[in-house]
């Protein structure tokens, strides 16, 4: 059963402190996305791959937030610095660019700045 | 305005009876769309695609009605396990995800 995988899954860390989550796609699905959820604004997409390459990041604070994808089985997203405002839960999905279907999300990183 | 609208709820629905619910959209370019379900604390997971022509899984109907916009999820002999928040998405182009912020569902004993 694939599944996208997600570390860590809880981050607790303190203002100005630099967080990585890391994402590793479903093998073979070429389109990777990052998305941020919270109460207040519900599901926001900040960014996404295909192929490898970013397509689109204007979702995200760029000043603070980076995202990558050094490989094919692993996309990183960056907070440099931290800020109390960016606790959320952030999900990771990948896809097949072009198949019916939709998206399928990794289980999310629970973040809380402090 | 949000590019998709959902009454959040929450529908209280007796154990075995119908319940739908409907969201909007406002692209009218809008090519693909799903219901997602997404439990307490968990990740969305794709419940369902919505087609043209309608379509059922089981006790689970979606409808598209393009012309006015919105996509409709019908659930029948409702079951405790059901209860869930379910989340509207519309797709422009492919990746795009849109997702409405979700129509809680609280199915009672």
């Known amino acids: 059963d694939a599944r996208v995988t997600q570390t860590p899954r809880h981050k607790v860390t303190e203002m100005g402190q630099e967080v990585t989550m890391r994402c590793q796609p479903i093998?073979?699905?070429?389109?990777v996305f990052w998305y941020r959820q919270t109460m207040m604004q519900g599901l926001e997409l900040l960014a996404y791959f295909r192929n490898r390459a970013p397509l689109d990041d204007s979702g995200m604070p760029k000043d603070r937030f980076s995202a990558e994808m050094p490989d094919a089985t692993l996309a990183t997203l960056k907070i440099q610095p931290s800020e109390p405002r960016d606790s959320a839960v952030y999900f990771c999905?990948?896809?097949?660019?072009?198949?019916?279907?939709?998206?399928?999300f990794g289980p999310g990183t629970r973040l809380l700045v402090l | 305005r949000k590019e998709v609208e959902q009454d959040p709820g929450p529908f209280n629905v007796p154990e075995g009876a119908t319940v739908a619910f409907n969201c909007t959209y406002s692209n009218s370019a809008s090519q693909s769309f799903f219901w997602y379900r997404q439990d307490c604390r968990k990740e969305p997971k794709l419940l369902m695609s919505?087609?043209?022509s309608g379509n059922e899984d089981g006790r689970f109907t979606a409808q598209l009605n393009r012309a006015s916009q919105y996509i409709s999820l019908l659930i029948r002999d409702s079951k405790l396990s059901d209860s869930a928040t379910y989340l509207c998405v519309v797709m422009a182009s492919w990746g795009k995800l849109q997702f409405g912020a979700g129509t809680q569902v609280v199915v009672t004993p």
């Open positions: 093998l073979g699905h070429n389109t």
């Open positions: 919505v087609y043209s």
């Open positions: 999905a990948s896809g097949q660019a072009g198949q019916v279907g939709g998206q399928y």
